[in-house]
């Protein structure tokens, strides 16, 4: 009996701490570290309580441990962090009250034997279906925490939050007169609204988590819209500028035959010299490589390196593109592939920037089922370390802007099939990454 | 052991300056020849290659006749018919030279044709020497080659400095000039090349990059300057592989 009982508690120790760092966002967890603390919140809790013999403790106690350890584990506002605290704390107890409940009944209307342990036997299992069905939905529970903040349904369900806790407060037998009062008035009353008031809650925050998302995703779409016509845009000013420069330079040549017929070398040479002059200034050698990006068939992923290319010509930086083949899908999720190369693109532009004859180049294809995006730069900095570069505050810039890299990396790792190559040569870094098709 | 040697290039002069160059490496560095092939016909050369008796070396001008990507489609012909042979792309401006065509035709480096004259020769003589010694020596040896459904990765076995897990399942490869990260357990790489040495949990290291072991510190130092982490666990026996060379 007491086995039970003592697993029970440690099993509510570990689920109230586990869902509420869910919600926080955290997926990757230190098993033993939170094994630990769960034990030393449920020691100091239970001695607490034996001690003062203040019910309300438990929920007081828990409710102050959580938020310090929100504090702890990652830096969210603190409105946030109470809310997860309530939300988490609520939600499991009541859950984990109502399937004791159902367990008991069934139990009990079944012709099964009943024992003097059967309910700290029963307590124990519905904590541990829950602690299952937690880890279940634990992607969910991370995503309803993420999205939740962002929600319209904020406001409603932190009130409702709030009201949950109170009762929950009111109806866990409290010692303190006042509240105890209310207790012998009302426990009934309150359980029923308390469990209609959760089930609410819960509805509230799938809701708000799925048009949260929805609305985001929205916004992602609109934005990337923008890019696209801003490149269109781009593309059409650029065939324009190339019809004029024709039409120039067949002029130009026209009066240079002219001037052959005639036999007259002054006006060869004059007309020579008026081709090449105009020739450099109105087609742009960037303007040339933007239209290899031609190849490239995902549209995101064209006007991204479109408008990266605008940038480097705006800074003077020589950029070459080498697209041999048609892209037409990407061998990693569109979202991370853009993240990916952006950084790299962006890198390479202020590291280019700092070397005498600033140059970078593209290179995307695929050889053999490998998907290969290689972008070289030129280079000032012999003395960087490879492995330096990735840490997350590193910059060879001076100050902590060095974050970049690093989110790269860590996308990277993600993928099995992907493998990232950096190498520093003399005169130039290259960044490839090449990703496995099987 | 004889040698066949093709030179791509339209232009005369560019042509007989780099076949001259060719013969004179080959005499410095007693380099036997079957012969160099000069020609500026992509379909001579291809027929030609069915006469060899020994995988060739290829140096292709990609600008062939003003058509930019002609060199690139040559190296494809001669890459259905010869998997093994040498391809060396000549051109103007290194810098700029598509990295796409050296990865689409295994192709083992690019040239640049206007540098100066020792540079240009040194160049040339690199691939040749590159290329006698190929023959001569088996590719696993030379290489460290990892190839398995996440990755391909095939390095030259001397730049390879140490490999470190980086993460679960996530390692590091580090060469002289690189950083390669990627899928994969440090048990799987011991197991490539006995060359590698496990001096720590979370560390392999090249036998052949080994400078000194400061036994204090509980660490190797490289011969480029870093430093490995040794275990104590495994001290007493990396000593002991060390003594064995």
């Avoid at chain 1, 781009?234 to 017929?261: G, V």
């Avoid at chain 2, 982490?229 to 002991?240: D, N, Q």
Wanted: charged share 20%; with cysteine; hydrophobic share 45%.
């Amino acid at each position: 009996m007491l086995l039970f009982s003592f697993i029970s508690l440690l099993g509510i120790g570990l689920c109230h701490i586990y869902l509420y760092i869910l919600l926080l966002g955290q997926r990757v967890l230190n098993w033993v570290a939170i094994t630990t603390i769960s034990l030393f919140f449920i020691i100091t809790l239970t001695l607490s309580v034996s001690l003062t013999s203040f019910p309300e403790l438990n929920f007081i106690i828990l409710f102050i441990f959580l938020l310090l350890l929100g504090r702890f584990y990652k830096q969210v506002p603190l409105q946030h962090n109470i809310l997860f605290t309530l939300l988490s704390i609520t939600s499991f107890t009541v859950l984990k009250n109502g399937l004791f409940s159902i367990l008991l009944m069934t139990y009990f209307s079944s012709s099964a034997s009943v024992y003097i342990w059967t309910s700290h036997l029963l307590q124990m299992v519905s904590v541990i279906i829950l602690a299952v069905i937690i880890y279940l939905a634990r992607s969910y529970i991370s995503d309803i925490g993420r999205y939740v903040v962002k929600s319209r349904w904020y406001m409603p369900t932190y009130a409702i939050t709030i009201f949950c806790s109170l009762l929950l407060l009111i109806i866990n037998y409290p010692k303190n007169p006042w509240l105890a009062g209310l207790h012998n008035t009302f426990a009934s009353t309150f359980s029923n609204i308390l469990f209609i008031a959760t089930i609410v809650l819960l509805l509230m925050l799938i809701l708000g988590t799925v048009m949260s998302k929805e609305r985001l995703l929205d916004k992602l779409e609109q934005e990337q819209q923008e890019q696209l016509v801003a490149y269109v845009k781009k593309l059409e000013y650029m065939h324009d500028e190339l019809i004029t420069f024709r039409h120039d330079y067949l002029n130009l040549l026209l009066s240079l035959e002219h001037a052959i017929r005639e036999e007259d070398m002054e006006q060869i040479k004059q007309s020579y010299y008026e081709v090449l002059a105009p020739t450099g200034v109105s087609l742009n050698h960037i303007q040339i490589e933007q239209t290899k990006l031609s190849h490239i068939e995902v549209v995101e992923l064209k006007s991204l390196i479109s408008v990266k290319l605008l940038h480097a010509e705006r800074q003077q930086i020589e950029v070459q593109i080498d697209i041999p083949q048609k892209i037409t899908t990407l061998p990693l999720p569109l979202a991370t592939y853009l993240r990916i190369a952006s950084i790299f693109i962006d890198n390479a532009i202020e590291g280019a920037l700092q070397s005498s004859r600033p140059s970078i180049q593209i290179s995307l294809f695929e050889v053999n089922h490998n998907h290969y995006f290689i972008i070289k730069n030129s280079l000032n900095h012999l003395h960087i370390d490879l492995q330096q570069l990735y840490k997350k505050d590193y910059s060879h810039k001076g100050d902590s802007r060095g974050i970049g890299l690093y989110s790269a990396q860590r996308l990277i790792k993600k993928y099995a099939h992907a493998t990232l190559m950096t190498e520093l040569e003399e005169a130039y870094f290259k960044q490839e990454l090449c990703v496995k098709n099987n | 052991m004889l040698l066949s040697i093709f030179i791509l290039e339209d232009q005369v002069i560019q042509a007989e300056y780099m076949k001259r160059l060719v013969e004179s490496i080959c005499s410095e560095q007693h380099i036997p020849y079957q012969f160099i092939h000069v020609t500026s016909r992509p379909t001579e050369l291809l027929e030609k290659i069915s006469q060899c008796t020994y995988t060739p070396i290829y140096f292709l001008d990609i600008e062939i006749k003003n058509e930019t990507r002609k060199g690139l489609e040559v190296a494809q012909q001669i890459r259905k018919i010869d998997d093994h042979g040498i391809i060396v792309f000549v051109t103007t401006h290194t810098e700029f030279a598509p990295i796409s065509y050296q990865y689409m035709v295994s192709a083992l480096t690019f040239i640049d044709k206007q540098a100066e004259q020792s540079i240009y020769k040194e160049n040339i003589a690199l691939c040749l020497d590159y290329y006698a010694k190929r023959n001569k020596q088996h590719e696993v040896e030379q290489y460290f080659i990892v190839e398995n459904e996440y990755t391909t990765l095939k390095v030259p076995f001397h730049s390879v400095e140490y490999i470190m897990t980086d993460a679960p399942h996530r390692l590091q490869l580090v060469t002289t000039k690189q950083l390669i990260q990627y899928y994969g357990t440090l048990k799987e790489m011991e197991q490539i090349d006995s060359r590698l040495i496990r001096c720590h949990k979370s560390y392999l290291v090249n036998l052949n990059q080994i400078k000194a072991i400061n036994h204090k510190e509980q660490c190797i130092e490289l011969k480029s300057g870093k430093y490995v982490p040794v275990s104590r666990r495994l001290m007493s026996s990396l000593k002991l592989k060390l003594k064995e060379d």
